[in-house]
Every structure is written in structure tokens, then in C-alpha cells.
Nanobody, 124 residues
């Protein structure tokens, strides 16, 4: 089973940018659908973005459209989340998730593998 390790979180001022990375352990990484979710304090985990297999289309939550971009480098077994124009409400723990065939990309229950999470804090 693939293992995922996130990195790139940190503290940034509102309007700034961060790029999160999620490194996967498996050579068949290109066969997985990759997703990013986040969980803010006191809130449920929510969908952020997902990207299908190599060359596939991306999906985004309305709250991040136009600001966040998900991408993948299959040669490096890594998926990225470029976050621009960050807002204080983007503050959360960000999780990377993987599944071979999630039926609904935005449904966290469809993903069977998760990373440990990385903290993103946006100050006002």
C-alpha cells in the first residue's frame, strides 16, 4: 500500500503563498488519484483539490478555485498544492490522500490512504 508524506507547511501572512508537497512511496503512483483535504480547528475535514491520473483533470473546492493549483510529477512520485493569495480562513492541517478509483473525488471516505498532515497557518 502506498505511503504518503506531506511537507511544505508553515506560517505565512495573508496574501502570501506556500507550496505543499506529498511524496508517495509506491512506483505505481501514477495510477492513483491524489487529493488534498484540510481540517481547521473545531471543523470537519473538507475537500480542497484532487487530480486524476496522469493527464487527467483537476477538481477544486469553490473556496480555493483561482487561488490553489494541484499538480503532480509522476517521475518523482509527488503531488503538489500551490497555494496563492492565502487567507486566514485557509489556516488548517492539510492532508494528502490517495486512492486508485474514488467514486467521488470530494468525498474523503473514498480515499483509503492518508498522510500525517502538515500545518498551514495564515496570519492576518
Amino acid at each position: 500500500q502506498v505511503q504518503l508524506v506531506e511537507s511544505g507547511g508553515g506560517l505565512v501572512q495573508a496574501g502570501g503563498s506556500l507550496r505543499l508537497s506529498c511524496a508517495a512511496s509506491e512506483r505505481t503512483f501514477s495510477r492513483y488519484v491524489m487529493g488534498w483535504f484540510r481540517q481547521a480547528p473545531g471543523k470537519e475535514r473538507e475537500f480542497v483539490a484532487a487530480l486524476r491520473w496522469s493527464g487527467g483533470s483537476a477538481s477544486y473546492a469553490d473556496s480555493v478555485k483561482g487561488r490553489f493549483t494541484i499538480s503532480r510529477d509522476n517521475a518523482k512520485n509527488t503531488v503538489y498544492l500551490q497555494m496563492n493569495s492565502l487567507k486566514p480562513e485557509d489556516t488548517a492541517i492539510y492532508y494528502c490522500a490517495a486512492d486508485r478509483r474514488p467514486a467521488v473525488l470530494a468525498n474523503e471516505k473514498e480515499y483509503d490512504t492518508w498522510g500525517q498532515g502538515t500545518q498551514v497557518t495564515v496570519s492576518s
